[in-house]
């Protein structure tokens, strides 16, 4: 048997054991770990490492934090059963988790890399709500295309959930409704994947009609496969006399199952929900089309969930936009205005965060929100120099950004968190970026880099323009302060003589203030 936990309640992902002795030296294990179930084993020191310890979040570089008190609100009501029970009405069950076991399977990749995937799993389960108790991996060429682990492992995974008092496990990939059902019947208790629990997430975090929207959207389209009767009250029938409907006899049919109902009924509101989405467009093009109109250039924050988007937003603009150490804690896209340090004036967007295997449904779900991200002038890609994989973190990410078509954007890679960071792995992160920012929301270390390097890659006004504007238009030279880059200001007894860049399209009030041959 290979155990690679170290101590009781180990810290460290454990390999499922092989072996005919396997089941016994479960057994044995389990009961000498009997000791965690009074404790909130996390996968690594205590907390998820996608998850920071210091969650001093507060303060005044975030602004009003005033959406904390909401978010802590709607935290789960733990110590809720978990049991499967007989249903007589389908619908999409929201996650009462409480105690849960993770489970992983890998193949052709490391041991770390695996560990570490399972390890961001406990932190999404420690964000719905979860208490992670154990992370069990097992290394085979392909999942087992009936209970995921396999029937001797399924049976050694009951006897663990059993022993340490589980109610949920959670697989760390997209299980096939089959799969599900068969591992349900095995280990009796609920079995859930990595997709629902994102999901889950996603609708404790929506806050706004377009986010709630699109969350139940990628519910939906989650759930429409995963329908399940529950005996016979699946079988309703809906024929019998039609004679009075005017049909007559041989039209009498069996009509719709309760199955079929409901899958009816849901591709009727998915419909509908695609409609409310698609409506809200308008909205936002309307905002797009006013900056536009302004030539006010744009600036996409993206990144990894939990890198400190919203910290970095907050450090620059003050936008008092809700930071919380939670993975998926901003969904709705947020906009601020900010300035260069020359005062050319941009905007600077926060968007909802990516994770590794993000669920397709929710990719389509929220394209339109991430269409700020397609639409933005710059993106400044956020990455966790802490975490301890952040090259996937920048693979998964650029993989997002190449599906809403926005690879050709000018990129700014930004290590976050260097406050964190040490003069080694700060060595290890220039080898994997070489032009990368290091950055410190916390403290404000790089933030004048970061700013100085958006100013460099922001498009420029391309009228070059030497003007002698009266001292009774001054509103003018506001004008061309907001719409344009002012090089030199200087001051005579006729006016006010300023060098500036301005746009073709906003030359028109300043065309007779021109200085000829200058």
Partial sequence: MTDQSTAPGADEVRELPTGDDAVG???ARVLAHADSRARSVSLHGGRATALQDDDSYVSDRDGDQFDREDRA?????????????????????????ENVVLIGVYSGGSLTDAENSLRELAALAETAGAVVLDGLLQRRPHPDPSTYLGKGKAAELALIVAELGADTVIADTELAPSQRRALEDVVKVKVI??????????????????????VELAQLEYLLPRLRGWGESMSRQAGGQVGSAGAGMGSRGP????????????????????????????????KRANRDRYTVPSVAIAGYTNAGKSSLLNRITRAGVLVENALFATLDATVRKSSTPDGRPFTLAD??????????QLVEAFRSTLEEIAESDVIVHVVDGAHPDPAAQIATVRNVIGEVEAR???????????????????LVLRGLEPTAVFVSAKTGEGIDELRARISELLPNPEVELTLLIPFERGELVALLHERGRVISTEYDERGTRVHALIDPQFTGPFEPYIVVGA
């Avoid at 733990?78 to 619908?91: C, F, H, K, Y």
């Avoid at 968007?351 to 397709?360: K, Q, W």
């Fill in 25 to 27: 030296d479960a057994v």
């Fill in 255 to 286: 009509g719709e199952t309760k199955m079929e109902l409901d899958r009816r009924r849901i591709h009727t509101r998915m419909a509908k929900l695609r409609k409310q989405i698609k409506g809200f467009a308008p909205a936002r093009a309307a």
């Fill in 351 to 360: 968007t909802v965060g990516f994770v590794r295997n993000l669920p397709h």
């Fill in 73 to 97: 609100a709607l935290r789960r009501v733990r110590g809720l059963s978990t049991e499967l029970e007989d249903v007589t009405e389908v619908e999409y069950r929201q996650l009462r988790l």
């Fill in 408 to 426: 050709h954007l000018p990129e700014i890679i930004v290590f976050n968190k260097a406050d964190l960071l040490d003069d080694d792995a700060r």
């Fill in 193 to 214: 994947d990595r997709t629902a629990v994102i999901l889950d997430i996603f609708s404790q975090h929506a806050k706004s009609r377009e986010g709630k929207a699109q």
